[in-house]
Antibody, heavy 123, light 108 residues
Framework: QVQLVESGGGVVQPGRSLRLSCAAS????????MHWFRQPPGKGLEWVAV????????YYADSVKGRFTISRDNSKNMLYVQMNSLRAEDTAVYYC????????????????WGQGTMVTVSS | SYELTQPPSVSESPGQTARITCFGD??????ASWYHQKPGQSPVLVIY???KRPSGIPERFSGSNSGNTATLTISGVQGMDEADYYC???????????FGGGTKLTVL
């Protein structure tokens, strides 16, 4: 079935780095734009970054621009986010999600979500 | 930066109609989407392109978007509909996905 599975979360000290992965299955991964989102404990959803289906364009939330890098490997059906210079305020559950439109160049909405992986930034 | 504003909470009795609003400048010029999220679970898309329901979403969920306000309407609300609801849009001027702050729906 259509599925996204995140991994790579954990506890990390401020200023350190972490890479999250998202494994896609059950659909043609290279046809879909993909996103990362996060949700701090007890708070609302926050968009982190998007990468178009072919990797040609990437956009970032202001809060992570310059520190996070989104990437994908269409040959492995994998999505990644490299998170550098982590801060306490980056503590959240991180979700990957699929954009609904096939070969979409304008992000629209997100129809498949992973189960999330928790990132805790603390000394 | 573009913002979407939702009421923090909405309460309704079972069987009644619950309406959750989302306000943004000229929101009607954009596509609005809605998600629900139950505690400990991932978000679920319930409305996209203002009015469309994904496969598997009950007909009691409907949406509208005009002017500055998008509205999610749940007709004949049930206890299972208790959740946090988020509106969302794409802001092309900033190239950012925008979420509202979320509305907690309580079915009394």
């Amino acid at each position: 079935q259509v599925q996204l599975v995140e991994s790579g979360g954990g506890v990390v000290q401020p200023g350190r780095s972490l890479r999250l992965s998202c494994a896609a299955s059950g659909f043609t991964f290279n046809s879909y734009t993909m996103h990362w989102f996060r949700q701090p404990p007890g708070k609302g959803l926050e968009w982190v970054a998007v990468i178009l289906y072919d990797g040609s364009n990437k956009y970032y939330a202001d809060s992570v621009k310059g520190r996070f890098t989104i990437s994908r490997d269409n040959s492995k059906n994998m999505l990644y986010v490299q998170m550098n210079s982590l801060r306490a305020e980056d503590t959240a559950v991180y979700y990957c999600a699929r954009d609904r439109g096939i070969f979409g160049v304008v992000p629209e909405c997100f129809d498949i979500w992973g189960q999330g992986t928790m990132v805790t930034v603390s000394s | 930066s573009y913002e979407l504003t939702q009421p923090p909470s909405v309460s309704e009795s079972p069987g009644q109609t619950a309406r959750i609003t989302c306000f943004g400048d000229k929101l009607g010029d954009k596509y609005a989407s809605w998600y629900h999220q139950k505690p400990g679970q991932s978000p679920v898309l319930v409305i996209y392109q203002n009015t469309k329901r994904p496969s598997g979403i009950p007909e009691r969920f409907s949406g509208s978007n005009s002017g500055n306000t998008a509205t999610l309407t749940i007709s004949g609300v049930q206890g299972m509909d208790e959740a946090d609801y988020y509106c969302q849009a794409w802001d092309s001027s900033s190239a950012h996905v925008i979420f509202g702050g979320g509305t907690k729906l309580t079915v009394l």
